[in-house]
Nanobody, 116 residues
Framework: QVQLVEFGGGSVNAGGSLRLSCVAS????????MAWYRQGPGKQRELVAD???????KYRDSVKGRFTISQDNAKSTIHLQMNELKPEDTAVYYC??????????WGQGTQVTVSA
């Protein structure tokens, strides 16, 4: 009973920045963690960053220092600020939400393309 919508993707040159957002609706009070995943061409989906309702965060090594995950006070919206983008960051980025009791929800994905 949670719906997720991502937006903010686009095409940028290497070194550029993008800010992704994900808006959750429905039974948002049940969400205890949200995350950004990505899947590049011919690659498996991988975790980029996650954040809990307590604002603890985790990043994959390749984006540390470049990406920042955050959430609004209401915790119904998360963002992914992506700086110093590299061509290898090109992927479809997906928002996910973990909710009580044991449910996982996914957004539709938003394309990020970084050209060299």
């Amino acid at each position: 009973q949670v719906q997720l919508v991502e937006f903010g993707g686009g095409s940028v040159n290497a070194g550029g920045s993008l800010r992704l957002s994900c808006v959750a609706s429905g039974r948002t009070s049940s969400i205890y963690a949200m995350a950004w995943y990505r899947q590049g061409p011919g690659k498996q989906r991988e975790l980029v960053a996650d954040i809990t309702v307590y604002n603890s965060t985790k990043y994959r090594d390749s984006v540390k220092g470049r990406f920042t995950i955050s959430q609004d006070n209401a915790k119904s919206t998360i963002h992914l600020q992506m700086n110093e983008l590299k061509p290898e960051d090109t992927a479809v980025y997906y928002c996910s939400a973990d909710a009580h009791p044991i449910d996982v929800y996914w957004g539709q994905g938003t394309q990020v393309t970084v050209s060299a």
